[in-house]
């Protein structure tokens, strides 16, 4: 219960599933995602506290990545996040949001608690966006963060650090990872048909091979993407629009330039 237009509109419906599967007497967990941006909703702290006095097999997981947009946590909250949820009388956890193992293990506890002894939880996973919460952040030029404190965070990515974990013991072969690599390459191969049908349509001038180098596998290189865009040859118009909701996938950028060109 996490994909929801209302933030933490989520949490009220797990704990509807949660007690529905309590009466029925199934072992049923419910889990309910939401960001640090929503901790002082009002919904939230409410299914917080009926989670609790209820006895609800319930999970309240929350992925902290220190801003809500642009806000920082420190400027909306006090005190930490776990002992805000503990003040309902639960079990609350912090773990580090990067660390695969770690999350796995936490989560396997909160499930137990609830599915053994009808008790709810807080998770509290701490990570990080390395972009900004929106695309038009770019456009408006919004800097609250230093570049300093993104690279640290991503030098703790956690799909590196698992995939050198696995290595460390093991379990995966660097060929292993490259096989996997060229698997998400391939993909990125298939969803690119559609720009390319796009840009053909339309006859854009910038070859399609530059689109693809900007955006291959790793992500997409957003001033590079920037002075695509700007290259264009559209209506100053239709630019803007590209630049403030430049998307993120082939695919997004193909719709994009079909609505535009």
Request: net charge negative; aromatic share 8%; hydrophobic share 45%.
């Amino acid at each position: 219960y996490g994909a929801n237009g209302i933030v933490c509109a989520g949490a009220p419906m797990a704990c509807g599933a949660a007690y529905a599967s309590k009466v029925a007497g199934l072992d049923r967990v419910a889990v309910t995602f939401f960001g640090d941006g929503g901790i002082n909703q009002g919904v939230l702290l409410e299914s917080m506290n009926m989670a609790a006095i209820w006895e609800l097999p319930v999970v309240f997981l929350c992925e902290n990545n220190g801003y809500a947009v642009t806000t920082p946590i420190s400027a909306v909250s006090r005190t930490s996040l776990t002992e805000r949820a503990a003040s309902f009388g639960m079990e609350a956890t912090s773990v580090d949001g990067m660390d695969v193992a770690a999350v796995y293990a936490a989560a396997l506890d909160a499930v137990e608690r609830a599915r053994s002894n009808s008790a709810p939880s807080f998770m509290e996973c701490r990570t990080y966006r390395y972009q900004g919460h929106q695309s038009a952040e770019r456009v408006m030029k919004l800097r609250y963060r230093t570049d300093d404190e993104i690279q640290l965070w991503m030098a703790k990515d956690p799909i590196n650090a698992w995939a050198k974990q696995l290595a460390s013991v093991g379990v995966m072969s660097p060929e292993a990872r490259e096989a996997i690599d060229a698997d998400i390459d391939a993909g990125w191969e298939v969803l690119a048909e559609p720009v390319q049908t796009v840009m053909r349509r339309y006859g854009l001038p910038q070859p399609y091979e530059q689109l693809k180098a900007l955006t291959r596998g790793k992500g997409i290189n957003e001033e590079g993407l920037r002075e695509f865009i700007i290259g264009l040859a559209l209506p100053d118009e239709a630019k803007q629009r590209l630049l403030v909701m430049t998307p993120r996938s082939y695919v997004g950028l193909a719709v994009e330039l079909a609505r535009t060109a």
